[in-house]
């Protein structure tokens, strides 16, 4: 299960190898997802975003599923790579504004 | 500038000062966020400014905080009297999307406010 406060969800992973991240997000009429990568003293980064009328979107190496009816978004990164290694954050836009999760953080190993 | 930017990327002050943190949004944007994130933890929202004016600003904490972007462009986070809890990043984002959120945030990569 996830946990909050200072102790983020850790996945990792081996170079080479796919993630998977989950979310679970927290409102039925949010219209517009977006996932957001962000590595230590930086802003977060805009990695890819799907709209509620779809429930899958591919990027390069980047795959976003949702599924609406559990308010549930996941991001598959193929082939993960030692810079992918970072915190990343799902946002659902909510009256306007992107209201984000707790995020998990992706290490990778050589 | 090519990105968002904001300054300053650091500052430390004492408790019951006054702070401001600037943001200079991406050219051309025209909505505005402020976010503030802790250690651990997501950014939170804040506020929302669609040109000069602010079009949510139901994030802000309480009345010590306040946010200005007087001319559509710049924008200054203000906080009185600070507290050790206000200890956070604190991020902005930028906007091309008129009349709410369709697209991309841009994000700075924020101030750091230690309050001591």
């Known amino acids: 299960g996830e946990s909050v406060g200072l102790h983020l969800p850790t996945l990792s992973v081996q170079e080479g190898d796919n993630s998977i991240i989950n979310c679970a997000y927290s409102?039925?009429?949010?219209?517009?997802f977006i996932w957001y990568k962000q590595e230590s003293g930086k802003g977060p980064q805009f990695i890819i975003d799907?709209?509620?009328?779809?429930d899958k979107r591919q990027g390069q190496r980047v795959t976003v599923l949702l599924n609406k009816t559990v308010k549930h978004l996941s991001l598959q990164i193929a082939a993960t790579q030692p810079g992918d290694s970072a915190v990343y954050f799902c946002?659902?836009?909510?009256?306007?504004?992107?209201?984000f999760g707790t995020g998990t953080r992706l290490q990778v190993f050589p | 500038g090519a990105g968002v930017s904001q300054t300053p990327s650091n500052k430390v002050t004492e408790k019951g000062k006054y702070v401001e943190l600037r943001c200079d949004p991406i050219?051309?944007?025209?909505?505005l966020y402020w976010y503030r994130q802790s250690l651990g933890q997501g950014p939170e929202f804040l506020i929302y400014?669609?040109?000069?004016?602010?079009?949510?600003d139901s994030g802000l904490p309480n009345d010590r905080f306040f946010a200005v972007r007087p001319e559509g462009s710049v924008s200054t986070l203000k906080i009185q009297r600070t507290e050790r809890g206000d200890s956070a990043v604190y991020l902005c984002a930028s906007s091309s999307e008129g009349g709410g959120l369709a697209g991309e945030l841009f994000f700075g990569e924020g101030s750091r406010l230690t309050v001591l």
């Open positions: 409102n039925s009429a949010s219209d517009y």
């Open positions: 400014f669609q040109g000069t004016g602010a079009a949510d």
């Open positions: 946002a659902e836009n909510f009256t306007d504004k992107l209201i």
């Open positions: 050219s051309g944007h025209t909505a």
């Open positions: 799907i709209r509620s009328n779809m």
